[in-house]
């Protein structure tokens, strides 16, 4: 159990275009969900808190038209990379909290690899 | 000084040889404490979970956690060319929306 999704696994799009990732629970419902941003050999930056029904919380420096996020049910959550750059190059991963299990423990999503050029 | 330190290695054993992974934090409203691995682009995946201090085993995994000392630790006995990633430490405490607070991962090479 505990199985979160993520669609497209890599993309690669031309400067100025938008991207849409997608992050579902498979097997739960995620009232929380979280998106992070990985650099190579580094951590992860959590970008943005995204309950369902409500607007996501973001966290310091992160551009917020930029990284639109909506989490419409209790299963999808959506990240949106509007006008991206390639400084927007990245693997983005989410994460769904299964509550009350493990201390609302987060299952991760596999990532996905944007590429912009 | 980071809310989480992980020394990032790299680390290499032999196969079989027991692995000692280490994270050390500063903040003592820490309450939840948890190592995941992570293999080249791929997400994370939860290994263990301890709340609060004490030991807990799963298979070859053993996780301790040292309030007292704002320490933690993952145990991997018999380790297999299999456990060759990068392991992250995250901890939370129950406010702040449970939001983890990352180490920087330590990554494992085991050698057949």
């Known amino acids: 159990g505990a199985v979160v999704s993520q669609h497209p696994s890599w993309v690669i799009c031309k400067s100025g275009t938008s991207v849409k990732i997608e992050c579902r629970s498979l097997d739960f419902q995620a009232t929380t969900m979280f998106w992070y941003r990985q650099f190579p050999k580094q951590s992860l930056m959590l970008m943005a808190t995204s309950n369902e029904g409500s607007k996501a919380t973001y966290e310091q420096g992160v551009e917020k038209d930029k990284f639109l996020i909506n989490h419409a049910s209790l299963t999808l959550s959506t990240l949106t990379v509007t006008s991206a750059h390639p400084e927007d190059s990245s693997f983005y991963i989410c994460s769904a909290r299964l509550p009350g299990r493990a201390g609302d423990t987060q299952y991760f999503g596999p990532g996905t690899r944007l590429t912009v050029l | 000084q980071k809310e989480v330190e992980q020394d990032p290695g790299p680390l290499s054993v032999p196969e079989g040889a027991i692995v000692s992974l280490n994270c050390t934090y500063s903040n003592s409203a820490f309450q939840y404490f948890m190592w995941y691995r992570q293999y080249s682009r791929k997400g994370p995946e939860l290994l263990m979970y301890?709340?609060s201090s004490g030991n807990k085993e799963d298979g070859r995994f053993t996780a301790q956690v040292d309030k007292s000392s704002k320490y933690i630790s993952l145990f991997i006995r018999d380790s297999q060319p299999s456990d060759s990633a990068t392991y992250l430490c995250a901890m939370s405490h129950a406010g702040n929306n449970r939001k983890l607070i990352w180490g920087l991962g330590t990554s494992l090479g085991v050698n057949p």
């Open positions: 301890t709340y």
